[in-house]
């Protein structure tokens, strides 16, 4: 055994890949798409255009943007053993593993390995938006609306989602957390979507790795605690004794800290700005939960930022999950229909040069020992 061996807990400092997908400037505090300030994508880009930039690490041509967009659209069609697996599992309440068991279904028996596989990514990306839409529609009681070929991809999402209707002012709201949420190095659930895909298992299985392991509250399943943190919490002058009474028991803040950011996430500062350009559109509740979200963040910063933990984009999105009537039980599985784009996006990239992904163990173990019969142990 070599006696250098280190165990980088967590993977924490490690690169493991080299990509030409996102960059996230700790120093600055920003975070580009192939280069594109994602605060610029979202001002003037669209998810269906910020999907291609991923997947090709440029901006396309007018005529590809059109024909990367109507075969997105056109994927999002479900077909009838979608709707009756849909159905028949309508009651189970976790939505990421109806998404990631459905993701499985979608891909059966393909194979793996193909850098040059975009068929298989527009599809994906498209079914997770049908599929995570249409389980809340059967969730509500209502049943699969089909897409509409005049609709944007946010358009129709919540198009489906209504059973066929939406509100104009959440289309903005939808498709800038779509772009927001869709790329960010290889955080656990791309790295899973990895270490799948590396062994050559196809996208669809690799995407569903990246899917199950976003579920968990200290990843992508902070947005979904960060709302129950807030709820819990129940006023803004609570805040205070809340915080010093969870960090006195070394419990974690949903919606705080950060593996890669040791400042502010960038992307919360444009979730709150969305969240004030649509402030009037507000429910008593979303009113609320802001109150409770600011006190939070004043009092947690106050305390946590002097050891470089700062607030995460989780702790704001509830509050425009909300707005736009995506339920809290699917909050993570709206972050797994945006970041799937940066899923498929690292997958095909690392096919390009695929290396099975394979770390070592530093054994800290007993020494090779003789079997000992079990009427000469000990106590027996
Ligand atoms: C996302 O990586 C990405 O890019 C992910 C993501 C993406 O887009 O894919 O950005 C999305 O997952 C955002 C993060 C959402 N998670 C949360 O909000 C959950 C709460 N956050 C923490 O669990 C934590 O901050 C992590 C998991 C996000 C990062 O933790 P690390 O880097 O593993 O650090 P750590 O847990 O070892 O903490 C170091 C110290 C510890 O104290 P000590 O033991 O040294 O005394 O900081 C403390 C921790 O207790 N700490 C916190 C805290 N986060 C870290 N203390 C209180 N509240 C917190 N939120």
Sequence with gaps: MSVHAHVFKGLEGVYVIDSAICLIDTEKGALYYAGYDVRELVEKSSFEEVAFLLLHQRLPTKSELEEFTSRLRASLNLESKHIETLRKHADNKDTLTMLAMLMVLEGGGKKGGDPGDLEAAINAIAKMGSFFSTIIRIRSGGDYVPP?????????????????????EYVEILDDL???????GVPAST????????????????IAAGILTLKGPLHGGASEASYAQALRIGSAERVPQWVESMLAEKKKIMGFGHRVYKIYD??????????????????????????I??????????????????????????????????????????????????WAAHILEYWRDNKLIRPLH???????????????????
Excluded: C
């Design 148 to 168: 509409r070929k005049d609709l944007s991809f946010a358009e129709n999402i919540l198009y489906m989602m209504n059973g066929g209707e939406y509100r104009r």
């Design 178 to 184: 779509l772009i927001l949420h869709a790329e960010h």
């Design 191 to 206: 790295f899973a979507s990895l270490v799948t895909a590396s062994t050559l298992s196809d996208l669809y299985s690799s």
């Design 266 to 291: 960038p992307r919360a500062t444009v979730v709150k700005e969305l969240i004030a350009k649509h402030a009037a559109t507000m429910d008593s509740e979303a009113k609320k939960l802001y109150e």
């Design 293 to 342: 979200t600011q006190a939070l963040e004043d009092y947690g910063q106050k305390v946590l930022a002097p050891r470089g933990i700062y607030p995460n984009i989780d702790l704001w999105t509830p509050i425009l999950y909300r707005m736009i009537g995506v339920p809290p039980d699917s909050f993570t599985a709206f972050f797994a229909v945006s970041r799937i784009a940066g």
């Design 362 to 380: 530093l054994y800290v173990g007993e020494q090779p020992r003789k079997y000992l019969p079990l009427e000469l142990r000990e106590g027996s």
